[in-house]
């Protein structure tokens, strides 16, 4: 009777998150968020610093979130995560400014984090109820899928829906589909089983224990920082096509198109991961995924310095892709972590990995800032191309604890 309970129980909760993960991830303002920025009073490199702003918000909150998740509920901490996305996306509604513009995103940035380690760790705690935790990196990249064709959706009515309702339509609309988001996240089933006991004299102690002994921790370490790094490099990627896309004189009509190449093959890279990763190995995906960024880096020059318009459009399909493989990179790495750790500390690890990534996408977004006021896009590019030797670096330590195919 109580493995059909868990059953049901699973297939609710999974039920409820992807719809949950659906509308969060419902970001018209993607696609048009520079002209939105721009339009609210702030210069491109302004913006690249508000979303190092955003990251930097969300590294201070990672920890914190994830220690909560262990000791005190996921579901709850995932329910404040949305809270915090509507609360976001309203002040940048009614915002005008830098500074305004920063406490939206700062909101956005904490609500990143509540969710960041959190909701992978409810989810693979949630299939351990049935034992289903081995085809985690399955029914994650299943959960992931949702979530990137509600991004593709909505990458190109972002772009149609901007020439209607303006910006702040736009962002009224992004409140709404966080308020949907909380609704679904309170049907999910409260994992009471799971539950962190504090064996240090303060929660505190027993948060910076946790994490000291991940960072400390060989494998958890190179696992954590390779796609870390990845991430980095793909969110610069991301944010700088649109700069580059109006420096190639391509219609803005067209940036939803490209914004839904990126989301179309995150969708793809979602669904497949698992697969890639068995038939090729992890290995060969994790090279694969580095050659990938060298193509995008290239793709981009070409794009800013070709002056034929058939080419430049070719050349932003396929850098379009580049920054989507980030969600192969993801599942694969967050899948090895799975494996290695404690459901008791589950969603600090997490966390911590979370950490990591938003500290180096914040130090890579800020440094952008500069290059881009101080040298333009072209200078940008080849800071990104040269800093591809860490990742090569990285992935050579995180080797030894990866099997090979």
């Given amino acids: ?20 993960w659906f509308f969060h991830h419902f970001m018209l303002i993607i696609p048009v968020i520079v002209l939105i920025y721009v339009d609210k009073g702030v210069s491109v490199g302004d913006f690249f610093l508000i979303q190092g702003l955003f990251r930097l918000a969300a590294f201070l909150f990672e920890i914190p979130s994830g220690y909560l998740s262990d000791c005190f509920s996921r579901k709850r901490v995932m329910i404040a995560g949305a809270l915090f996305s509507l609360l976001g996306f309203t002040i940048i509604a009614a915002a005008y400014g830098f500074w305004a513009l920063v406490l939206g995103e700062t909101m956005l940035g904490i609500s990143s984090a509540l969710f960041s380690g959190t909701l992978e760790a409810y989810t693979y705690d949630l299939m351990k109820r049935n034992k289903s935790q081995k085809q985690f990196l399955k029914e994650f990249g299943t959960i992931s899928t949702f979530a990137s064709g509600a991004s593709f959706i909505a990458a190109i009515l972002g772009g149609i829906l901007f020439g209607y309702i303006g910006a702040n339509g736009i962002l009224w609309l992004e409140s709404l589909f966080a308020a949907i988001t909380v609704v679904a996240l309170l049907f999910i089933p409260e994992l009471s089983e799971i539950k962190r006991v504090v064996k240090q004299k303060s929660a505190v102690a027993d948060a910076v224990s946790v994490t000291v002994n991940t960072l400390k921790n060989p494998k958890l370490r190179n696992l954590i920082l390779f796609p870390s790094l990845f991430g980095a490099f793909t969110i610069v990627l991301l944010w700088i096509m649109q700069p580059i896309m109006e420096t190639a004189h391509v219609p803005v009509g067209l940036f939803g198109f490209y914004l839904g190449i990126n989301q179309l093959s995150a969708v793809f890279f979602a669904k497949y991961a698992y697969k890639l990763c068995e038939k090729l190995g992890e290995i060969s995906v994790s090279i694969i995924t580095i050659v990938a960024i060298v193509v995008g880096v290239a793709m981009g020059l070409i794009a800013t310095h070709i002056n034929s318009m058939p080419i430049v459009y070719i ?54 800032k500069f290059l881009m006021d101080g040298f333009g896009i072209t200078v940008t590019l080849l800071f990104v191309l040269a800093m591809v030797t860490l990742l090569i670096w990285s992935l050579k330590n995180a080797a030894k604890y990866i099997n090979k195919k």
Wanted: charged letters at 15%; proline letters at 1%; aromatic letters at 6%.
């Fill in 1 to 20: 009777m109580r493995k059909k309970f868990s059953d049901i129980s699973v297939k609710k909760g999974l039920a409820w998150l992807k719809v949950g």
């Fill in 315 to 368: 050349a932003c399909a396929i850098m379009a892709v580049t920054p989507a493989i980030r969600m192969l990179n993801n599942l694969q790495y967050n899948t090895l972590i799975h494996h290695s750790i404690k459901s008791t500390e589950r969603g600090t690890v997490l966390s911590t990995r979370a950490m990591t990534s938003t500290i180096l996408g914040a130090l890579f977004l800020i440094a952008g």
